[in-house]
């Protein structure tokens, strides 16, 4: 039998993270090397794990741990991050999780874990634990973060979505006016049917959030992976967050969630998981006109698995313009397990012309 | 650009050993677990390095370092190799190697400075080694290369072994002869040597049927009239012929006799395999362009005739790799190792692993 491995012509493509659901969130840092946040459990958070630092030195090529950011507690899971760099260069990670010892058959996760606040001085080598994310709302006590944390003149913004244990539906934007030690100040993005949220300041100073959008209303007992497919949403906020606009779908029903960046040229990247039943894989979109228009989609890596749980790319460019793009698959035909899959590419390997041009 | 990846229809594939370039042979361990020795270096031989051993616990899903076999001294690498178990249940793995910094020359080494392979034994699953002595070559020649399973023969052990002759001169008529060795004290020595094919052959995989049969699969070398063994490692890219060649032995591996071609040009080396079932299975790394993997046969009469070949691995991106070795687990599947330089999903140098069974590929005769 013939499987197929799509990627980009010329695109360099590698395994690493063996046995990680990794839910990779990168950050390129100072120094140049690529840190990627990651789950280190061959689990959909279903075990006892943490949060991982893994590290290229070499712009993507070769991977390898450099150091765990959470320690769990017994019973519990350290899973869920947004991440990035604070104004002193500083690496934060913001970790929520579920208390799984208190899961039942209907939800095995038990109810979340604020999110820790993770602090790394020395490049992901060693962490501290400066404190927790309180809710941003009253009306639920559940806080997930999502994406990266983005710097937004002195302060720094992150994302979480919020609500009950259950029914987190809120997407928010907190604040930290100290690197990251302290959040608040929240701002609504969308307060219904929205969770997990990429945030992107561009050069212009204009907010960018790629929403995955809860579509439907899922039966009081299921479970995620039966809930119905929804696409991704695009916000924009042109007063720093405060306030938010709908623009546009992003992306086909079951193509979640969103990463966003801005390259070089000021080109901005959208990548997003693809979980449409025989176009399982991670997909690419670009706009050249700050998020008004879209290209056509382009694929980045197709082939994985029916059956299979992968996609949450994270992408970071590097000084050559070279793009390298991380996701997680349980199960590709060339590695069926639990990995991290990594894709160093440019923009001339792919077609972005426009939509129907 | 979608690659193509070649697997039997529901076989389990996995990557790993990142930066080896493993050359694996694979042991079925007492204990059920699989043992890989492998060489531990991102580079074709033209690096420092040694072997390791990479234990599967789970029948080929996972694997994981469990020991570095070799300590390799300055200069030098230990990466070709051979390795069984004795009738005691220790793991064998002798290790052939080259002298890097007496004559290397650029990005192919020249095989002009061979190492004697050391013996290399573990009597607790390959968690600890002892170095028990260096293997001698065939009697009036120079050192010899070890490869392949080391075979149990009631109270001896078998090893493949190729060689060259010591004299530059000779070596361009017989560049490379095959030969079996013996051990009658559980690998500790080795000698005895009986000549199994002469002039142009390398690694050969040998095989001690249940029935009594003795097999060997040998690597046919083909080189132009004007070879110079020197170059050996280029000289075979540019030459075609078969390149697996089988031979048998009704006297005990005293004498051999060949008996068919198991392969296409550049598709090899090869395995051998006696499955549960007695069938026969052929694996040998498949290097025609466009074709890169690892490929199969199965024979169901003693290896006297072989089913048309079916493809367990396609799809790779560089000619470096193949080398197959297998062992058939507990419920039956098949699993079996490769190395590859570069593939679409893992472009660095890397052990590929795939568990399979022959219910999921063509095993039918040619032209039927």
Not at chain 1, 42 to 67: I, K, N, Q
Not at chain 1, 242 to 263: D, I
Not at chain 1, 272 to 295: A, K
Not at chain 2, 92 to 111: E, I, M, N, P, R
Request: proline share 6%; hydrophobic share 35%.
């Amino acid at each position: 039998m013939t499987y197929c491995l799509d990627i980009p012509v010329g695109a360099y493509h590698i395994i690493t993270a063996p046995d990680h659901c990794a839910w990779p969130n990168l950050t390129l840092l100072p120094n140049g090397e690529i840190a990627a946040t990651i789950f280190n459990q061959p689990s959909h958070g279903r075990l006892e794990g943490d949060a991982e630092l893994w590290v290229s030195s070499d712009g993507g090529e070769t991977w390898a741990m450099r150091s765990q950011i959470t320690q769990h507690e017994a019973g519990t899971v350290r899973m869920n991050v947004a991440a990035g760099l604070n104004q002193a260069g500083e690496l934060l990670v913001l970790c929520s999780g579920w208390d799984l010892s208190k899961g039942t058959a209907e939800w095995p996760y038990g109810p979340c874990l604020l999110p820790q606040v993770c602090l790394s001085g020395d490049s992901g080598n060693t962490w501290e634990v400066v404190g927790e994310v309180q809710p941003p709302t009253e009306q639920g006590s559940c806080t997930i973060p999502f994406g990266d944390i983005v710097i937004n003149g002195e302060e720094l913004l992150g994302s979480v979505y919020a609500g009950d244990n259950r029914t987190w539906n809120q997407s928010w934007v907190l604040r930290s006016k100290d690197g990251g030690r302290t959040w608040g100040e929240a701002s609504l993005i969308d307060g219904d049917n929205h969770d997990e949220t990429s945030l992107l300041r561009s050069a212009s100073g204009r907010l960018l959030a790629g929403l995955r959008l809860l579509q439907g209303t899922a039966p009081e007992n299921a479970r995620s992976s039966q809930r119905p497919s929804a696409p991704l949403v695009l916000y924009i906020s042109d007063d720093q967050g405060l306030t938010w606009e709908p623009q546009q779908y992003l992306s086909l029903p079951g193509q979640v969630p969103a990463h966003l960046l801005q390259l070089a040229d000021g080109t901005i990247l959208l990548t997003y998981g693809s979980r449409i039943p025989e176009c399982r894989g991670v997909v690419g979109r670009i706009s050249r006109d700050h998020g008004q228009t879209w290209s056509q989609p382009f694929t980045l890596v197709a082939g994985f698995m029916p059956n299979s749980d992968h996609g949450y790319p994270s992408s970071v460019q590097l000084g050559d313009g070279a793009i390298v793009t991380a996701y997680y698959c349980s199960a590709a035909p060339w590695y069926q397990r639990y990995h991290m899959g990594v894709l160093r590419w440019n923009l001339e390997m792919v077609d972005t012309r426009a939509l129907g041009a | 650009m979608a690659y193509q990846l070649g697997i039997p229809h529901g076989a389990f594939h996995t990557v790993t050993a990142p930066e080896h370039c493993a050359w694996p042979n694979l042991t079925l361990l007492p204990n059920g677990e699989i043992a890989a020795v492998i060489f531990n270096q991102p580079s074709h031989g033209a690096m420092e390095g040694d072997v390791e051993l990479w234990v599967s616990e789970d029948e080929g899903y996972t694997w994981g370092m469990r020991s570095r076999i070799t300590d390799h001294e300055p200069g030098t690498n230990r990466m070709n190799v051979a390795a069984g178990l004795n009738q005691k249940g220790e793991l064998l793995v002798l290790c052939f190697g080259y002298d890097l910094a007496t004559d290397f020359g650029g990005a192919q080494h020249s095989h002009a400075s061979w190492l004697a392979p050391q013996i290399c034994i573990s009597s607790d699953n390959g968690h600890t080694w002892d170095i028990a002595g260096e293997m001698p070559a065939p009697a009036g020649l120079d050192k010899c290369v070890p490869f392949g399973d080391i075979v149990i023969n009631g109270d001896e052990l078998a090893a493949s072994v190729y060689t060259r002759d010591p004299t530059r001169e000779r070596r361009k008529k017989y560049p490379s002869s095959a030969w079996l060795m013996r051990s009658s004290d559980g690998g500790r020595t080795w000698g005895d040597a009986s000549l199994v094919a002469a002039h142009r052959f390398g690694e050969g995989a040998p095989l001690i049927t249940r029935q009594g049969t003795w097999l060997a699969a040998l690597r046919l070398k083909q080189f132009p009239a004007d070879y110079e063994p020197e170059d050996v490692m280029n000289r075979e890219r540019f030459v075609s012929g078969p390149n697996v060649l089988l031979f048998a032995s009704d006297d005990a591996g005293r004498t051999w006799e060949p008996r068919q071609y198991l392969s296409l040009p550049q598709q090899h080396p090869a395995h051998l395999l006696q499955l549960a079932d007695d069938r026969i299975l052929v694996t040998y790394g498949n290097r025609i362009c466009e074709a890169y993997g690892v490929v199969g046969r199965v024979s169901a009469d003693g290896a006297q005739s072989w089913s048309r070949p079916f493809t367990l691995v396609g799809g790779l991106m560089d000619y470096d790799c193949g080398y197959p070795a297998s062992v058939q687990v507990s419920n039956g599947d098949i699993v079996t190792a490769y190395y590859s330089k570069c593939s679409p999903w893992y472009q660095r140098y890397h052990m590929g692993v795939l568990r399979w069974n022959l219910d999921m590929v063509d095993t039918r005769a040619l032209g039927a």
